[in-house]
């Protein structure tokens, strides 16, 4: 166990930011699922921004890399202009 304040003080700050992450990460996965299992076109364009939105908050903090969501939002598109 640390024995220093300093220490202490980082071990509840990783910690906090751990949970704070793996909310924000859940969330995207979920918002993920719902606009890939939208059927009504409409619905799947009034969602695509704000899911894009959301990838590129989790990129800008390092929750998700700058790559993968170049590629989730391509992939979304893709799928949104598909539809009937």
Request: no cysteine; hydrophobic share 40%.
């Amino acid at each position: 166990m640390a024995n220093h304040k300093s220490a202490l003080k980082r071990i509840r700050q990783n910690e906090a930011r751990k949970l704070r992450n793996r909310y924000y990460h859940k969330t995207a996965r979920t918002a993920l699922k719902v606009l890939r299992n939208e059927e009504d076109k409409a619905a799947a364009a009034e969602q695509l921004p704000k899911v894009i939105s959301l990838l590129d908050r989790l990129a800008k903090k390092n929750i998700i890399h700058k790559n993968k969501a170049a590629n989730l939002k391509s992939k979304l598109t893709k799928h949104v202009n598909r539809l009937a």
